[in-house]
């Protein structure tokens, strides 16, 4: 018999949950957790700062659970709220959730099984249901379609230069991985997308279970629409980051071309151009672009490439669409996806 006092067993699970002003959803998001077909997990709110009832709604329903703690803090914004979860976390796997979505109930019991079964997988996401008006915010549901279709890893590894390829409330990663690689950082950028791409660009193997976890809400006071960190700049800055380290490790002793030669694009290629590659020219469909002297650099149209022993391309072309239409002329010149080429947007 033991004697003594009792051990406290850590939870296979924290569900880390950062709260500002969100009274109206709150408890739904909660209970969304509390009715987990997996029990052993701990909540952690994170109040940052709330002015509204946030914090009194999340103190009562820890009186019903014991799973639940409140933490507060002062209104330090997002990143810090989840670095002060991530220090108090005790669950060996880390459940990202936020106070206006809604967790589908076998969620975490689905997460959890992926990753015990593979010991090699660091982070799993899984498929979202949108949660807006999908024909007043038809971007966004379109987004929300996209990143359900990238499901294996290869495709998640394909794609992560395009969009983020998670919805952050619905991924769930190990614990270890914030003490190897660190975590989530402060910047000009959104914080999720810059963490997935430093842990895949370190390595870490991610994937999605084949489940709808969570129901993704779309709220008019979402950061995504009005935090500088989300403007289009941002996001192309901090994608050159790893973009560039991937190319590098990839481009060997062939000559880096971009496809795509307006305006735009040339602007975004040039973010390439500060981490150190030298860009050799452009790719266009378009005749007049390819003319000699448009620009400092060649322009070639598609049938003038050459073979994939000779270059490395970057597909920069964002029109809806025309990303499938170069992935389909690259291979059937012979190029390989994530070895003789790759998409980014």
């Not at 950028?189 to 390595?203: I, K, Q, S, T, V």
């Not at 809400?217 to 935090?227: F, G, K, V």
């Not at 620009?295 to 920069?316: A, N, R, S």
Request: hydrophobic share 40%; aromatic share 10%.
């Amino acid at each position: 018999m033991l004697r003594g006092r009792a051990r406290f067993i850590e939870p296979a699970v924290t569900v880390l949950l950062p709260v500002h002003n969100a009274a109206a959803t709150l408890r739904t998001a909660i209970r969304s957790i509390c009715t987990q077909t997996f029990s052993d997990w701990e909540l952690l709110v994170v109040d940052d700062g709330s002015t509204d009832d946030s914090p009194i709604i999340a103190q009562q329903l820890a009186l019903n659970d014991r799973r639940i703690r409140l933490l507060r803090q002062p209104h330090l914004g997002l990143v810090a709220a989840l670095e002060a979860g991530l220090q108090q976390a005790r669950g060996r796997y880390i459940a990202r959730m936020d106070a206006d979505d809604i967790c589908f109930p076998d969620r975490f019991e689905h997460q959890v099984d992926m990753l015990d079964y593979d010991s090699e997988l660091g982070l799993v996401g899984g498929l979202v249901e949108y949660g807006g008006d999908p024909t007043s915010q038809r971007g966004y549901a379109l987004y929300v379609e996209w990143i359900n279709s990238l499901v294996k890893p290869d495709d998640i590894l394909l794609n992560r230069f395009i969009e983020s390829p998670f919805a952050h409330p619905s991924v769930m990663f190990r614990r270890n991985l914030v003490d190897r690689y660190d975590g989530y950082r402060s910047g000009p950028f959104p914080e999720d997308y810059e963490l997935w791409l430093r842990w895949m660009d370190a390595g870490v193997s991610v994937a999605k279970v084949k489940h709808r976890v969570i129901i993704w809400n779309d709220p008019p006071q979402r950061l995504s629409r009005h935090d500088s960190r989300y403007d289009p700049d941002a996001f192309y800055s901090m994608k050159a980051v790893y973009l560039s380290r991937a190319i590098k490790r990839l481009l060997q002793d062939r000559s880096l071309w971009v496809w795509g030669a307006g305006r735009i694009t040339r602007k975004r290629a040039a973010h390439l151009q500060e981490h150190g590659l030298s860009i050799a020219g452009f790719i266009d469909i378009d005749p007049a672009k390819c003319e000699p002297g448009r620009g400092k650099l060649p322009t070639c149209l598609p049938d003038q490439l050459p073979p994939p022993d000779k270059v490395f391309v970057v597909g920069y072309v964002g029109k809806r669409g025309a990303r499938d239409l170069i992935r389909q002329c690259l291979c059937g010149k012979g190029f390989v996806e994530g070895h003789d080429f790759l998409m980014a947007a």
